[in-house]
């Protein structure tokens, strides 16, 4: 392509030379990622937003009928639609705290001066890489009113326990239950490692000041740890409000639509009833509100990074 | 160091046991579970359906994990689970590397925008995007393929930053040297960059193999026959025996979690730092 002139030239100018085959490389590694990225990430985004502007027919994309926000308009007046918000709302309100909470408190008392950290770090941190499937089956057994041990041992202090899984009060306190013990290791391991990288020499200093525990604990833990916090509440934010797996498995939603949370009700408009328009609308409400908690999260609770 | 505190403050004794018996009590709380999955499986169906909790079984029987090899295909779905995770991950492992690789040590026009793209697409959850997505897989004729699920989730973006965090901290001198050495852009990426960035590199393997071995959601929505489940998918859609059986219902568990709980005691250090990497890098 380039003429013996043009090549003379380059090779006088040879700053531009290295410019270009700096740009060639530079490109060539983006190159496979990006093309990953774009086909399978960015390009549903896009579509998604499309879709959700139809009466999309599942079957023949063609006869897709355009509808503008129908379908937004649809969700808002959906009551099943709402009932799913009220069930994320809660099974968010029952995980969250809870699981920061607890991580941080076994974070500290493991942080302390005693003995077998490394067994306790296993057994805090172990549920962790087990499957959604195991978690659930597991704990759907304990549960079972008729053979289950919860309620063996319940029966021994009361006359009438909760069924559990199958009650409209205690499904979802139950299935939370469960996702406790399955991910707080997470957030375990990453305030312990937060707690760890506190400099020793502060508390040397607040104890010279004679500060009491619950002092060091507010005016030097706290602080301290603050990034760390935020970083795990945003996570378990984003993973509660996207709870699919533990209802799925073992409610079904049920009983009644009671613990039928956002992604599962998505998940049946889209696969159970086919309404790709409509799941796509809900698919992209999801987004929005994720990404307006984690920056309402990070600006007002975060501060720092 | 803050039992230091405790002892200026002068009550360490009834601390200290509460300590003890506060962390040790939820360690055995948090191990009954285990207790349970795995008596249950060894439970004759008499006593796996008794009211009485018997945490030692008081007769043994390997009757749920031989129901559970005849009655569902549960070699093939460890072998397609492994496939996938194993794939997903070396495909991740390599991109990843090379974009970061480019984003931080190559200088080209427009590269900003692409990494403020890429780091802004970490909002983006998978069930977003689960229907346009379904819609692209099938019209590529994807589904029920393992690709079907290890392409969607070789474009997440996780380790694109995590890499590109450790990527910034190689002295840029080392790559010059090796440019006045005569290597090429491959050679340095190859022979110098990888290397340099082992631990990172386990890290991210580990993570991004476990995280995906795991998924459930998406695999469910995409594998429809029941010889291209994963394990998570598996356990759950298809019952080993006729009947509802704890014991048939246990043995298929512990034989699914297993396999990445010998990987995860094995390795746990690695899995713990790539946890914690997060943390510190997000």
Redesign the interface.
Known sequence: MATKDTGSILSRLPRVEAVDSETRDGVLFALPYLLVFSVFLLYPLLKGLYMSLFDWNAFNPAQSEFILAENYVRMLGDPAFWAAVRATALFVVLTVPTLVGLGLALALGVNQDIKGKRFLRTVFFSPYVLTVSVVSLIWAEMYAPQYGPINYYLELIMSNPPAWLNSFTFAMPAVALATIWWTVGFNFVILLAARQGVSERLYEAARIDGASTWRAFKDITLPQMRPAIVFVTTVQLIASFQVFGQVFIMTNGGPGNSTQTLVMYLFRVAFRQQEFGYAAAIGYFLFVVLVGVSLINYKFVGGSD | ??????N??GRPEPK?VG??V???G??LL????YL??LS?SLKTEEF??????YWIPPEVTFEWYQAVMQGVPILQWLINTLIIAGATTI?VV???S??A???TK????G?RI?FT??IA?F???I??????????ISDFGLLNSPLAVI??F????IG?FLFTQFFKDLPDSVIEAAKLDGFS??QI?LRIVLPLMKPAIAALSLYTF?YT?????WPL?VLQGEMSFT???G??TTQPTQVFQ?GA??AV?LI??AP??I???IL?EH??NA??M???T?
Do not use: C, H
């Open positions: 160091m803050s039992s230091r505190i405790s200026r403050i200290t300590l003890y506060a962390l040790y939820a360690a948090f191990l009954t579970p349970y999955m249950t796996a359906f008794s009211q009485q909790p495909i390599i991109i990843d090379m974009i690789f480019s984003l190559l200088d080209w026009p590269k692409v793209v890429i697409s909002m983006v959850p069930y977003a995007n689960m229907v346009p997505l379904y819609t692209i392409l969607p070789s474009a997440i973006p694109v852009t491959f990426y476990v071995w795991n998924q459930f959601l929505i394990l998570p998918v356990i759950v704890p219902e246990m568990t699914a979690a990445l709980f990987v995860f005691l746990q899995l713990v946890v914690q997060q943390g510190t997000g």
